[in-house]
């Protein structure tokens, strides 16, 4: 199976910038897309950003379109999410994930990561 290990939540005030990683170990020759999910206190779990397995391919959540950009890796197995210009309103528990083909939904994905707070001041 495959392992995700996230890094680079934290606290940064409205404006600011933030860079998540995820490193994947394990069986990762079954890697294609990944992709970051975010969930807020009291909602629902939301496709954030996701990547081809060359990094050709990208999708976008519209709310954060222009403000992050997924990237990776593949030599080292990690997937980035460069956050800038971050709201209050990108609050939020931060998981990544991975799968075989590209998608916006979870079903899409077999592996998860354990979560990384993200917290905007305003």
């Known amino acids: 199976q495959v392992q995700l290990a996230e890094s680079g939540g934290g606290l940064v005030q409205a404006g600011g910038s933030l860079r998540l990683s995820c490193a994947a170990s394990g069986r990762t020759f079954r890697i294609n897309a990944m992709a970051w999910f975010r969930q807020a206190p009291g909602k629902e779990r939301e496709f954030v950003a996701a990547i081809s397995w060359n990094g050709v391919l990208t999708r976008y959540v519209d709310s954060v379109k222009g403000r992050f950009t997924i990237s990776r890796d593949n030599a080292k197995n990690t997937v980035f999410l460069q956050m800038n210009s971050l709201k209050p309103d990108d609050t939020a528990v931060y998981y990544c994930?991975?799968?075989?083909?590209?998608?916006?939904?979870?079903?899409?994905?077999?592996?998860w990561g354990q979560g990384t707070q993200v917290t905007v001041s305003s």
């Open positions: 994930a991975t799968g075989s083909v590209l998608g916006s939904t979870d079903d899409y994905y077999a592996a």
